[in-house]
Structure formats: C-alpha cells, structure tokens
C-alpha cells in the first residue's frame, strides 16, 4: 500500500510542476497551450507517462507537433523537476496526448443530442 501511495504522490507532483514549467520555461511558438492532465509513474519510479491535451487540437495527430516539442524538452523539463524534488531519483517523463477529455466531451454531446430529441419528441406528442 506504501508503494501506491508513494508512486501517487510522485505522480501528482509531476503533473503539478510540469504544467507549471510547461506554461512558463517552454518558449516554443509550435507548443501551443499545453495542459497536464494525468502522470502515471512506474513503480520502479525510472519512468513517468505525462498525459498533456493542446487547446485547440483534437486528435493526437493534430497535437503531434506539440508532444514532438514536448519530447524534445523532456530532459530539460526533468531537470527542471529534479532542481526542487527531493526525491534521489527523477523519472524520465515521456509525453502522451490524452484523449479521454475529447471522448468525455463527445459521450457528453451524444447525451445532450438524445435527451434533445426525447424533449422534442414529448413535446411533438403533447400537442404543444
């Protein structure tokens, strides 16, 4: 149960300090606007999955640019992280874009469009 918690907490760090170096140390113009949604870190703690969504782009193929961009710093944003983790060892972060935000909104919509026809559907037989 120790090890969970700990992995958990790591993870919840990462993705606190990342979106916050993302935000402010990454000057790349392809970047675009980043935010951190998950980090999972492995139990080993060698590696962590950095899941990121890109205003504005909707598939990962639309935000490969910016993960591209993010991969690239990944060991400038690790050492970043190291300057104020205490920990002995920081993960390697590798970033992935996280789709469940756009599946979320989507299931959302589908919701929204069927109890939109069900209303238009009581009403048509309202007589109203």
Not at 48 to 67: C, D, F, Q, R
Request: a positive charge; zero cysteines; glycine letters at 4%.
């Amino acid at each position: 149960m120790k090890e969970f918690s700990r992995t958990a907490r790591i993870a919840d760090f990462l993705k606190r300090e990342l979106g916050t170096f993302i935000q402010k140390e990454l000057r790349d113009p392809r970047l675009g606007m980043v935010s951190v949604i998950d980090a999972q870190v492995s139990r080993d703690l060698s590696h962590a999955k950095i899941y990121v969504t890109v205003m504005g782009k909707n598939t990962p193929e639309e935000a490969k640019e910016s993960l591209d961009v993010l991969n690239k710093a990944a060991g400038f944003l690790r050492s970043q992280v190291a300057k104020i983790n205490n920990a002995r060892t920081t993960p390697q972060l590798r970033f992935y874009y996280d789709t469940s935000v756009n599946r979320g909104q989507h299931i959302s919509k589908l919701i929204q469009d069927a109890v939109d026809a069900d209303r238009s559907r009581y009403t048509d037989s309202d007589g109203e």
